[in-house]
C-alpha cells in the first residue's frame, strides 16, 4: 500500500525537493521571526495568567507573533509530511523487502498521523491564545505533541537506518 499513490512515480523526486525546500523556508522564517520554542513554552502553562506572561515576554506584540508563528506552522506540516513520507518511499526504491519494506510504508503514513497530530497541537495553541486558557485543550496539546513527534522520530530513524543500509551496502536478507 502506497499512502502517497496520488503523487505519480515520476513527480515524486520534484515534489519531495519542493516540500524539502518549502519546509526549509518555514523553518528559517520561525527561527527569524520567532518566537522560539513557542508551543514548549505554551503548553508548559498551567493557567490564563501564565499564557499572558509568556506572550508579554515575546516583547509588544507577543500575541500576534505567537499567532503568526503558528500560521506559518501550518504551512509547514504539508511540506514536512510529504516531505518525510516520501524519503521513506524513495528509499523502497531500493533492493528492499520483507519487514524493512513494510516498515518504510509504515513510516510514511505515520508522517500523515505527525501532521494530523500537528495540527490538533496548533489549534490547541490558537485556541488558547485567542480564547483562553483550558486545561483540557491544553493537555490535548500536550498529547498531540507526543504523537507528532514519535511519528517523526519514526520516520527519521527510517531514513537513517535506510541510508546507512545502503551507504554499507548491505543486501536484504531473503
Known amino acids: 500500500m502506497d499512502p502517497f499513490a496520488f503523487i505519480?512515480?515520476?513527480?515524486?523526486?520534484?515534489?519531495?525537493?519542493?516540500?524539502?525546500?518549502?519546509?526549509?523556508?518555514?523553518?528559517?522564517?520561525?527561527?527569524?521571526i520567532g518566537p522560539a520554542n513557542l508551543a514548549k513554552a505554551l503548553e508548559a502553562s498551567t493557567s490564563q495568567?501564565?499564557?499572558?506572561?509568556?506572550?508579554?515576554?515575546?516583547?509588544?506584540?507577543?500575541?500576534?507573533?505567537?499567532?503568526?508563528?503558528?500560521?506559518?506552522?501550518?504551512?509547514?506540516?504539508?511540506?514536512?509530511?510529504?516531505g518525510l513520507g516520501l524519503a521513506c518511499l524513495a528509499f523502497l526504491n531500493h533492493d528492499v523487502s520483507g519487514i524493512f519494506r513494510s516498515v518504510g510504508i509504515f513510516a510514511a503514513m505515520l508522517a500523515y498521523v505527525a501532521g494530523a497530530a500537528d495540527v490538533i497541537e496548533n489549534t490547541s495553541l490558537v485556541l488558547t491564545l485567542l480564547w483562553r486558557f483550558d486545561a483540557l485543550i491544553m493537555s490535548l496539546a500536550r498529547i498531540a505533541t507526543v504523537i507528532k513527534l514519535m511519528g517523526l522520530?519514526?520516520?527519521?530513524?527510517?531514513?537513517?537506518?535506510?541510508?546507512?543500509?545502503i551507504a554499507l551496502n548491505l543486501q536484504p536478507s531473503r
Open 49 to 82: 495568567d501564565e499564557v499572558n506572561k509568556i506572550t508579554a515576554s515575546f516583547g509588544n506584540h507577543g500575541r500576534g507573533l505567537a499567532l503568526l508563528n503558528l500560521a506559518i506552522d501550518y504551512v509547514f506540516i504539508p511540506a514536512y509530511v510529504s
Open 153 to 165: 522520530a519514526v520516520g527519521f530513524v527510517f531514513i537513517l537506518a535506510a541510508t546507512a543500509r
Open 8 to 32: 505519480p512515480v515520476d513527480r515524486r523526486p520534484q515534489v519531495l525537493s519542493a516540500a524539502a525546500l518549502v519546509s526549509l523556508a518555514c523553518m528559517l522564517t520561525l527561527y527569524y
